[in-house]
């Protein structure tokens, strides 16, 4: 009895130790006794999703709560000015969205740039595609060309905000079609119910958003070559280069080793099975990028949207 006492104690006293140590060790990394997640679209949409798949990988990791924030509007322009303007210590970030952080950072008054930002990886992205309602009569993208060409200028089509605007003038110009761009500010989560509704008669956003929403929406193109397993026969426009790709960010100024903490924990949150599923099922690419590896991507993305 007295060895089996002992041995319990012994053994509650090594568990109790060593989690002890691996919170010692989290909050010892990262500096911060909470966190805050800055959502720069509205609830429902594809940085929403991402922000609620990572938090709780993040959580264990990071071993601190994290709070996720809504500062939405200008096509993400006020969420990422709200990080810009957050204090260094890295206990704020947010999602990026890429080319969205390109794009709106040329509107008027913005107040930041692409480069301002302390990257700290992307996790995972989604081919453009073009979504009409489940109703509509342009049930294929043939339909739809033709519909435009007899009628130039009145189909509608929704975006989010100015970032989607130059991307669906590029298919515009590949089809060869002109219609009425609708903006749409708050992002994707404002958009569906007017896809579903029948406000609009089509909307460019993600892949994701077409496999999500198969019930009310029925997608009848894709960006790029290659097809996505989620939406079969849905055919491909290799002249499009539609692709949004989501990470984190943290404020300018953020120092580099906490850069990195955050690193370790998002890709150890985004690795995990349950993210990985879910990405696999939701009509999207996974990626796995060090500091230095999204770095020099955001570098390319930069120079490709210099214009």
């Given at each position: 009895m007295k060895t089996s006492t002992l041995m319990k104690s012994i053994t509650a006293s090594f568990f109790g130790a060593a989690m002890l140590l691996t919170g010692g060790v989290a909050q010892a990394d990262y500096p911060c006794k909470e966190a805050t997640f800055i959502v720069p679209y509205s609830p429902g949409g594809g940085s929403d999703q991402m922000a609620r798949r990572l938090v709780p990988g993040m959580e264990e990791a990071l071993g601190v709560s994290v709070n996720i924030v809504y500062k939405t509007g200008g096509g993400g322009a006020v969420g990422f000015s709200e990080l810009h303007r957050s204090k260094a210590d890295g206990c704020t970030f947010s999602n990026t969205?890429?080319?969205?952080?390109?794009i709106s950072s040329k509107g008027d008054g913005v107040g930041y740039k692409p480069g301002d930002f302390e990257y700290?990886?992307?996790?995972?992205?989604?081919?453009?595609?073009?979504m009409v309602p489940l109703d509509s009569e342009y049930q294929t993208i043939d339909a739809f060309v033709a519909a435009a060409l007899e009628n130039p200028g009145m189909l509608t089509v929704a975006g989010t905000g100015g970032s989607g605007l130059s991307r669906w003038n590029q298919l515009e110009e590949v089809?060869?079609?002109?219609?009425?761009?609708?903006?749409?500010?708050?992002?994707?989560?404002?958009?569906?119910?007017?896809?579903?509704?029948s406000h609009i008669d089509?909307?460019?956003t993600g892949s994701n958003h077409g496999t999500k929403h198969k019930a009310i929406v029925n997608?009848?193109?894709?960006?790029g070559e290659n097809p996505v397993s989620t939406l079969p026969g849905v055919p491909t426009e290799p002249d499009w280069n539609y692709v949004i790709t989501w990470g984190l960010m943290a404020p300018p100024g953020t120092p580099a080793d906490v850069v990195e903490t955050l690193n370790?924990?998002?890709n150890s949150a985004a690795q995990s099975s349950s993210v990985q599923d879910a990405l696999l099922n939701g009509g999207?690419?996974?990626h796995n990028m060090?500091?230095?590896?999204?770095?020099?991507?955001m570098d390319g993305e930069i120079a490709k949207y210099a214009d």
């Open positions: 969205v890429v080319p969205n952080v390109i700290i990886g992307m996790t995972e992205s989604a081919a453009g595609a073009l089809l060869g079609i002109e219609t009425t761009y609708v903006p749409v500010g708050g992002g994707v989560g404002k958009m569906i119910p007017m896809l579903a509704g089509g909307a460019a997608t009848i193109l894709l960006a370790a924990a998002m999207y690419v996974s060090s500091v230095a590896e999204v770095n020099a991507f």
